[in-house]
């Protein structure tokens, strides 16, 4: 349930930061050229935060905070994107959450799979990451193409998205963050 709900929360603001691009830059080129510096900038961040924010995050902040921390984050943004609708703060959502994602998000993620045995963790792991991340962005960006077949989607409607599906993200992470709670085995600094 977690990782779908973290792929419709990219999927939408996938979607809403296309829509704002095409709002705010018309013309197809002068939007190409925008999304692809967009895309530049959002692999140099994701490196950084990969190679210097992730392991220290995971060496020195308690493992629950961190499940909890990153969906608040998403939060932050989401409500930046309510407060002020804009090509900007669509971008630095989505930017926030692939930062996050490719780099603190994965690595911590991978942390709830160490007590499984061998044969558990390929099994789980086979079926989270072959098939409900893609179904799960699937389902989310299929639904809004349905919708938007009978009702014109407004851009508001994909801030709303997102806030519920974090919403749901963080029911789930506050229900790990109790176990992880209980054996939370984040290395402290020497």
């Known amino acids: 349930m977690l990782i779908a ?6 999927t939408v603001a996938d979607l809403q930061l296309s829509l704002y691009a095409e709002k705010a830059l018309p013309l197809a080129d002068l939007r ?11 692999n140099v961040a994701s490196a950084v935060c ?11 902040a308690p493992h629950r905070i961190i499940y909890l921390a990153i969906p608040l984050v998403h939060l932050g943004m989401v409500a930046a994107v309510f407060a ?18 490719y780099s603190v998000f994965r690595a911590v993620k ?11 963790r390929y099994r789980a792991k086979e079926i989270i990451d072959a098939f409900v991340y ?3 962005k699937g389902v989310a960006s299929g639904a ?8 014109p989607v407004p851009l508001v409607a994909f801030p709303c998205v997102i806030t519920a599906a974090l919403a749901g993200w963080l029911g789930a992470v506050a229900r790990l963050a109790r176990f992880a709670s209980a054996d ?7």
Do not use: N
């Not at 900007?88 to 994602?101: E, G, R, S």
């Not at 939370?184 to 020497?190: G, L, N, R, V, Y």
């Open 144 to 151: 809004l193409a349905g919708v938007s077949i009978f009702i």
């Open 110 to 120: 991978e942390l709830l799979y160490v007590p499984l045995s061998f044969d558990a």
């Open 134 to 136: 893609r179904a799960s």
């Open 184 to 190: 939370d085995q984040s290395p402290k600094a020497e």
């Open 5 to 10: 709900l973290t792929q419709i929360v990219s």
């Open 32 to 42: 190409t050229q925008w999304i692809g510096g967009f895309y530049a900038l959002l």
């Open 84 to 101: 002020h609708p804009g090509l900007w703060t669509a971008a630095t959502c989505f930017l926030m959450f692939k930062v996050l994602d």
């Open 50 to 60: 990969q190679f210097v924010v992730a392991p220290v995050s995971l060496a020195f």
